[in-house]
């Protein structure tokens, strides 16, 4: 098991989309992801190392995760419904096989190490279909509107109630919370060992955690798309920080 070294910023692996990109001449598939999310690690004093989707072997796990302090499972398209027994709604991305296996597969490598992991929004419907539990796949068949996914590359602001006693509130204290979305799905069952830590007034899941010492924090929001408020990106930082301290 590797540790940081001491003095070394702890380094934060990032899960990326794979697509296709258009840039001048080329149209091909490449790896990606919004700098937002690289910003929202690099100032708070992290450094980011893109994990784009990629063959899963026990090697290439392994060797990921030994370089890495931190796990952050981004944002894209649906987790397969297949995952989690469903067929799929014909509003659900094309299944990624990809990334999901490749996602799945570091965050139980990360889970077996206990590296801290932060999910974000499709982030935190894997870590809910890896734990056993199912998705809402079109929101508004629910809810009855778009009220999350308003649109023309626009986040839906809202709020959300954090729990008290929860990680989650140690980072942003119990109560309101203001979020910014950009999702048609949500948590419909939640998986087992995970604990709601904050719902929207509509009920949907905002945010799950695992009780136990080891740091596992995800949210349905999109906190990488508000500079102004680091502190979920500080938190699984400092949590980084101290397990490779706890290391050396």
């Known amino acids: 098991m590797t540790a940081a070294p001491a003095g070394r910023p702890p380094v ?5 989309y794979l697509e296709r990109i258009q840039q001048d001449i ?20 992290g450094v980011g190392v893109l994990l784009p989707p990629q063959p899963v072997t026990d090697a290439a796990v392994e060797a990921t995760l030994d370089g890495i302090d931190a796990l952050v499972i981004t944002g894209g398209l649906d987790v397969d419904p297949a995952r989690y027994g469903q067929a799929p709604h014909p509003t659900t991305d094309r299944p ?14 990360a889970r077996r190490r206990g590296i801290p992991v932060f999910g ?18 079109h929101l508004p068949d629910v809810l009855g509107d778009s009220r999350y996914q308003i649109g023309g590359g626009v986040f839906a602001r809202g709020e959300a109630t954090v729990e008290p006693g929860t990680r989650l509130a140690d980072a942003l204290g119990a109560g309101g919370t203001s979020i910014l979305s950009y999702h048609h799905q949500g948590i419909d069952r939640v998986g087992d060992g ?3 830590s904050a719902r929207s007034a509509d009920g949907l899941v905002q ?12 949210v349905q929001w999109h906190p990488e798309q508000d500079p102004s408020d680091p502190r979920l990106f500080a938190a699984v930082i400092d949590q980084a920080a101290a397990r490779a301290a706890r290391l050396r």
């Open 120 to 137: 974000i929004c499709r982030g935190l419907q894997l870590i809910n279909v890896a734990f056993g539990g199912t998705l809402h796949q």
């Open 26 to 45: 080329w149209d091909l598939r490449a790896p990606y992801l919004p700098a937002t999310y690289l910003d929202a690690v690099t100032t708070q004093g």
């Open 194 to 196: 995970l604990v709601v």
């Open 12 to 16: 934060i692996g990032l899960t990326t």
């Open 207 to 218: 945010g799950i955690e695992t009780a136990g010492e080891d740091y596992l924090v995800a």
């Open 96 to 109: 990624r096989e990809d990334r999901d296996a490749w996602e799945l597969a570091l965050l139980a490598g």
